[in-house]
Structures are given as C-alpha cells and as structure tokens.
C-alpha cells in the first residue's frame, strides 16, 4: 500500500474515533500534498515526495519546540511535540550515523573535495535517509582530516 494511501485511511480513522489531534495534522498533511500537487502540475506524488513534505513539516516542527522551549511556554512545546510524534509514524527509519560516514567517505574517495559537492552528493545518495545537520557534521570532520 502506498505512503499516501495510508495516509488517507488512518485520517479517516481518525474522525471516526474523534482524535481531533491527529485529524487536525493529518489534514494539514492533505492540504501541503494537495499544494504540491497544483505546483507540480500533476495527479499524484511519490512517496519519496511525500517524504519530503512529511520531513519538511517535521523540521518546522522541531524549530518550534525550540523556540517554545526558550520561550518558557512549555505547553505549546508539547503541543508541537505531539504533532511532530503523529508526523513521525510516516518516516522510513534514518540510517545510522556510522552507515553515513561510510556513505561520506566513498564519497570523498571518489575525488569530491569540497564540502558543496560532497554535501549534495550524500544527500543525493541517501535520498531523505538522513538527517542533514548530522551528514553536516561528518563531512567537516572528514574533510578536516
């Protein structure tokens, strides 16, 4: 079954069992699909693509628990966590730190020298795997070396 598919169903789950949360960040979700749709100028999305907008929400997300956090309002912090959780079930699991170095260094092994090229080929090859601040970190420390 497909991501979006999935999707669909558990929103429709959802409403039946009044879990006004998970509706609310589900519908959220359709509605970010639905723009991608009409900016693409085309019927469906992938689920790599579906990924992205999932890993994008995620990200604003985590910014806002940050500024929350810093903030003092806790309960909005938790609020955001709550719907970071919801968003989170959709995510194919991240590779793991040592996988990405691996990744790094076949990368800089192959002669990409410098942190942009190195940076947008990993990124490339893990194709939304990988969480960029660490692929980041990596490559300066394999390319400080």
């Keep these: 079954m497909s991501l979006w598919k999935n999707i669909e169903q558990d929103l429709i789950q959802a409403l039946k ?61 938790q609020n955001e966590q709550a719907e970071a959780d919801i968003l989170s079930v959709y995510m194919p699991a991240m590779l793991l730190e040592e996988e990405l170095g691996q990744i790094v260094t076949k990368v800089i092994e192959t002669g990409a020298n410098n942190f942009g090229q190195v940076m947008k080929e990993v990124m490339a090859q893990t194709k939304g795997l990988a969480d960029g601040q660490l692929v980041q970190k990596l490559v300066k420390e394999k390319l400080d070396k």
Excluded: P, Y
């Design 17 to 77: 069992n009044k879990e006004q949360l998970k509706v609310s960040v589900l519908r959220m979700l359709k509605s970010a699909v639905q723009n991608q749709l009409i900016a693409d100028k085309v019927k469906e999305l992938s689920d790599q693509d579906i990924i992205v907008l999932i890993r994008k929400e995620l990200k604003k997300r985590q910014d806002s628990i940050t500024a929350f956090t810093q903030a003092g309002r806790d309960e909005l912090a």
